[in-house]
């Protein structure tokens, strides 16, 4: 079922963030969200996620879907390496082997069993993502997953998002419109009037 959102309102306070927006992402494909800062790309993913309630209107089509994010924070356990981490939130059935395979995948293969605490923002970006890719899940979000990263890292994380979302819904919000290339993705470009 594709994910709806219907003449959706969002307000914190007297700050609009979202006035009467609508989209259909289609079930099974990747969607790219760009739009300036403040225009309500992480409000969106959010409330899809279902952490906001609107102020008005309806999201469909995510009810009883099974979730999988990354969002800005990487809300990573600081004290278990990356591998642990991983399996942490990792789908039943994906073992140590599975974790260390994703994460070597990743471009961290020899850092698997560091505490992230004492990883760099990129690498904790990646190890976010092997967290989110390695869940069971439906429906993908990210938020600004490549923040850290250089282009060739950037360029190997997309790949693999792309190969482990195949079939499911994802949406990703970016900075980048290239990236929709790369994760054969149709773009949504969240309205200026948003920001207002």
């Not at 890719?133 to 360029?155: H, I, Q, T, V």
């Amino acid at each position: 079922m594709d994910v709806v959102l219907d003449r959706v309102c969002m307000r914190y306070g007297d700050a609009r963030v979202l006035e009467n927006f609508s989209h259909r992402f289609p079930e099974g494909r990747a969607s790219l969200v760009l739009g300036p800062s403040g225009c309500g790309k992480t409000t969106l993913l959010r409330l899809i996620a279902g952490l906001e309630q609107p102020v008005s209107g309806t999201i469909t089509g995510v009810e009883g879907k099974k979730i999988s994010a990354v969002f800005q924070e990487d809300r990573l356990f600081e004290s278990l390496s990356a591998e642990r981490n991983v399996l942490l939130t990792a789908e039943a059935g994906f073992s140590r082997a599975d974790a260390r395979a994703l994460l070597e995948a990743l471009g961290l293969g020899a850092d698997a069993r560091r505490p992230v605490r004492s990883f760099s923002g990129g690498m904790r970006r990646r190890v976010a993502v092997a967290r989110a890719l390695a869940a069971d899940y439906e429906l993908l979000l990210l938020d600004e997953p490549l923040s850290g990263l250089d282009e060739a890292n950037r360029a190997n994380v997309l790949e693999h998002i792309r190969a482990c979302a195949a079939g499911r819904t994802l949406i990703c919000v970016s900075h980048d419109p290239e990236d929709a290339i790369r994760l054969d993705a149709q773009i949504l470009r969240m309205p200026e009037a948003a920001a207002r």
